[in-house]
């Protein structure tokens, strides 16, 4: 078992910045790729960023690349996700999720076969 715990989200305005975190505990982190995920209201949830087990190779939506960072740091569990020049159309709650599959956290395929995923972060942005 993985568990994933989000932190990070808030209110902010148009432009401003954010930065998400999600620690993990459980099995070793490294073995796991990992990603981040959102849902906005009435919508289904939507692949954000994804991360190599490494690190070295990183998938972005094309709606956030260039504003989005993804991240992570091994030796302390943790996968980030740096939300720059925020827009009104970023509202949504943030998910973390881990699987053995860089397909699986890049959304490729079911999101119900997902491995392991976080309880969500709440982002707003106003205009």
């Known amino acids: 078992q993985v568990q994933l715990v989000e932190s990070g989200g808030g209110l902010v305005q148009a432009g401003d910045s954010l930065r998400l975190s999600c620690a993990a505990s459980?099995?070793?982190?490294?073995?796991?790729?990992m990603g981040w995920f959102r849902q906005a209201p009435g919508k289904e949830r939507e692949f954000v960023a994804a991360?190599?087990?490494?690190?070295?190779?990183?998938t972005y939506a094309d709606s956030v690349k260039g504003r989005f960072t993804i991240s992570r740091d091994n030796a302390r569990n943790t996968v980030n996700l740096q939300t720059n020049s925020l827009k009104p159309e970023d509202t949504a709650v943030y998910y973390c999720a881990a699987d053995r599959s860089y397909g699986a956290v890049r959304g490729l395929g079911s999101q119900d076969k997902v491995d392991y995923w976080g309880q969500g972060t709440q982002v707003t942005v106003s205009s």
């Open positions: 459980g099995r070793t982190f490294s073995n796991y790729y």
């Open positions: 991360i190599s087990r490494n690190g070295g190779s990183t």
